[in-house]
């Protein structure tokens, strides 16, 4: 079992930026692949990015490349979404995945074993 508990949303303006955290419980963090996924009001719930076992290689859905980093730091059972360049288009329930590898296979919902509660980001000025 992996509890996740998400942390570091807020308000933004246009432009700005926000570094989302996501931590673990448990002991088996680094045999996980590790995500983000959004979900907007009245929208599905969309995969953002994930990352391997051991941050070697991550993947990020068109619309975030060159803005957003995932990013993970197994010593402390964390992984981290730093958001630049925000966009209203960002606003979304962030929610912090965990599934076992490949990380690549972690794009849509029904591939995610685990899930953190949610953390609202809003972009607007």
């Known amino acids: 079992q992996v509890h996740l508990v998400e942390s570091g949303g807020g308000l933004v303006q246009p432009g700005g930026s926000l570094r989302l955290s996501c931590a673990t419980s448990?002991?088996?963090?680094?045999?996980?692949?590790m995500g983000w996924f959004r979900q907007a009001p009245g929208k599905e719930r969309d995969f953002v990015t994930t990352?391997?076992?051991?941050?070697?290689?991550?993947y990020y859905t068109d619309s975030v490349k060159g803005r957003f980093t995932i990013s993970r730091d197994n010593a402390k059972n964390t992984v981290y979404l730093q958001m630049n360049s925000l966009k209203p288009e960002d606003t979304a329930v962030y929610y912090c995945?965990?599934?076992?590898?490949?990380?690549?296979?972690?794009?849509?919902?029904?591939?995610?074993?685990?899930w953190g509660q949610g953390t609202q980001v809003t972009v607007s000025s």
């Open positions: 990352i391997s076992r051991n941050g070697g290689t991550t």
């Open positions: 448990g002991r088996t963090f680094s045999s996980y692949a």
């Open positions: 995945a965990a599934s076992p590898p490949p990380a690549q296979n972690m794009r849509a919902p029904g591939q995610v074993w685990y």
